[in-house]
């Protein structure tokens, strides 16, 4: 649980005069399972476009295994291992769940530049596909248009996608949000069950408190783009931070 | 086999799947079903257009990519083949040389502009190509020298495509078995090879990568697709097909100048073709390039008809003049548009 897969030092961005992410610097050790914390604007989403790439760094940088990533591209860095579930549902809305998932086990196996054999004589990416869908509880929906799907399916679908990518780093943007009570503990189970692989290294953006009490190795505390908080989760789940600026809100919600 | 063949892409549509072969067997069979100068050179240019509308689809339909290029890369072609044929002398050497000659020089410029502006924004890449587009065409207007300017070049190809050449004294069903027949069969199976190097293309793991990119670009780079690098790929296989298409063209006319190849007329016409066919589907490309071709050719001998069997009435023969014909292939793509907003194949296929 030692050695450290991914690092960010200072990482900063600025959106105009807003600082979205401000000079946070943590490390991420292989096989743990980090949940990031925060209110609503805390910066979470942002500090993940900031480790998979969608926006580039005002300042700090991106490490990945010792190598500074931050330059690189978002197809580059999915090459490195880095994988990214969003939190808005991305996907490809007019194809079929399994054409969603096969793209990405194409991907994967660097299928993409192959011009002339026909997709569908590839049998070794749609079995590949349909293992996914089958642990993703998604077989049923196999030949379904992805737009046609009710929100929470689509949630799922978009965890599918990163687990179909099987990445070093799995970052989940608040995975079970729109889902229904029988579908999020689905999600939950799954991200236990790639936990108990020591190999990945996982990254949670949760709101749930009682969910990332149990699942979690460790809890960070964003606010207002700042690092807050960083401990075992029972420690911060108590501090001061997060009894103020967090769990107030969620009492509320409640 | 024949699911093989068309990559496993079915027409999925009873209707559609009777067009495409009653077309088929139309151009396959052309010189003998409609024997004539005119309608063979017209079964030629459908070839041709299906060709050239194909590749333009795999940018557009499938890509996503709006080019304004491709009647250059079509041009590029066709003057590879006329330059060639007259500085190496005429000869299928000189064929051979000219079309790839000018397919890389297509594909060389594809990729450059590919990857300086399909980086930035699609409409960024629209305009460049406009630009350059229209640079060369003036630039192939002022070097009258090389290209022969606006006169364009006359040249000679191989007696064994030309109706000089008799491969028989006597005639098979009423038809002369000479160059000229080879010739067409030259342009048939080479835009039904391109064709279906196209078909399978837009059906490979890397069509499935471009249809992902025009639907969600963001999240295919999310699971690492370089989009850059797919889209800069089309453009370069479509510009490398467009310029082989040019080169069946200037073999079949022996001629090239800019109101055949380069001219933005012919731009507009590839844009009306695939969208009356059906963007997205290549079988559209079929469809459009075979209802535009034809009734650019014959809409103004049918309307000369109609004015002539109306020609009592008041006010009326004055729009079925045919000097109006451009009028009626206007309305019948507004009416296209209208009744057909996915193409005739998205009509077709529609489900019920
Ligand atoms: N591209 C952008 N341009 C300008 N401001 C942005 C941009 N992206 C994010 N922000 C701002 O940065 C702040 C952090 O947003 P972010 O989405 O990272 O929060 P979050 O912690 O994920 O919140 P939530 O819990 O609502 O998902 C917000 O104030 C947001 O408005
Ligand atoms: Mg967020």
Redesign the pocket.
């Given at each position: 649980m030692s050695d450290t897969v991914l690092e960010t030092r200072d990482l900063t961005v600025r959106?105009g005069g807003?600082v979205?992410v401000d000079h946070v610097t943590c490390t991420f050790a292989t096989g743990e399972l980090t949940a990031i914390v925060?209110?609503?604007?805390?910066?979470?989403?942002?500090?993940f476009n900031l480790i998979s790439g969608q926006?580039s760094a005002s300042e700090g940088s991106v490490h990945l295994k010792g190598r500074d990533i931050s330059g690189l591209p978002v197809p580059e860095r999915v090459d490195l291992g880095i994988g990214r579930a969003f939190?808005l549902t991305n996907l490809f809305p007019n194809l079929t769940v399994l054409e969603n998932v096969r793209l990405v086990i194409q991907s994967k196996r660097k299928k993409g530049f192959n011009l002339l054999t026909m997709a569908a004589s590839h049998t070794e990416l749609t079995e590949a596909a349909e293992a996914v869908l089958e642990r993703t509880n998604l077989a049923a929906q196999r030949d379904q248009i992805v737009h046609e799907l009710p929100h929470g399916t689509q949630r799922k679908l978009e965890v599918a996608l990163l687990i179909a990518l099987d990445p070093i780093v799995y970052m989940f943007d608040?995975p079970t949000a729109g889902m229904s009570v029988d579908e999020a503990p689905v999600v939950l189970d799954l991200i236990e069950e790639l936990k108990a692989d020591t190999s990945r290294t996982i990254l949670l953006?949760e709101h749930k408190m009682d969910v990332i009490g149990t699942l979690a190795d460790r809890i960070i505390v964003?606010h207002n783009?700042a690092l807050a908080a960083d401990g075992p989760p029972a420690e911060v789940i108590a501090s001061d931070v997060v009894q103020e600026a967090y769990m107030g809100r969620a009492l509320e919600d409640a | 086999m024949l699911r093989r063949l068309i990559s496993g892409d079915t027409p999925r549509s009873t209707v559609l799947s009777i067009v495409l072969l009653v077309i088929l067997i139309a151009l396959a069979f052309a010189p003998f079903l409609f024997p004539g100068t005119r309608s063979v050179d017209t079964a030629a240019r459908v070839c041709i257009f299906i060709a050239l509308v194909a590749s333009y689809d795999l940018m557009l339909g499938y890509g996503g990519i709006v080019s304004f290029a491709h009647t250059m890369f079509f041009g590029m072609g066709a003057y590879g083949v006329a330059l060639a044929s007259i500085h190496m002398g005429r000869g299928f050497d000189a064929l051979l040389v000219g079309s790839v000659a000018g397919a890389l020089a297509a594909a060389a410029l594809a990729f450059v502009i590919g990857l300086f502006s399909l980086r930035v924004r699609a409409i960024f890449f629209a305009m460049i190509t406009l630009a350059v587009a229209s640079a060369v065409a003036v630039l192939v207007s002022q070097l009258s020298s090389i290209t022969g300017g606006e006169d364009g070049l006359n040249y000679k190809i191989p007696r064994a495509l030309t109706s000089a050449h008799k491969f028989m004294d006597d005639k098979l069903f009423g038809v002369r078995i000479n160059g000229k027949l080879a010739n067409y069969y030259l342009v048939f199976f080479g835009s039904l090879i391109l064709f279906l190097i196209l078909l399978r293309i837009v059906n490979s793991p890397f069509g499935r990568v471009l249809q992902a990119i025009r639907e969600n670009d963001f999240r295919a780079e999310a699971i690492g697709y370089r989009a850059v690098y797919y889209r800069t790929s089309a453009t370069c296989i479509s510009a490398t097909v467009a310029a082989l298409a040019g080169s069946l063209y200037a073999i079949w006319l022996r001629y090239v100048g800019p109101d055949t190849t380069l001219s933005f007329e012919i731009m507009i016409d590839i844009l009306l073709m695939v969208v009356i066919g059906g963007m997205g589907t290549l079988y559209g490309a079929v469809i459009g390039a075979t209802i535009f071709v034809v009734a650019q050719n014959y809409l103004q001998n049918l309307m000369g008809i109609a004015e002539a069997a109306l020609g009592d009435l008041p006010v009326i023969p004055l729009f079925l003049n045919p000097d109006r014909w451009l009028l009626w292939l206007g309305v019948l793509f507004v009416l296209s548009v209208y009744f057909f907003p996915t193409g005739v194949v998205g009509r077709l296929r529609r489900r019920v």
């Open positions: 959106f807003h979205a925060g209110p609503n604007g805390a910066g979470k989403t942002t500090y926006i939190q608040e953006v964003l783009g | -």
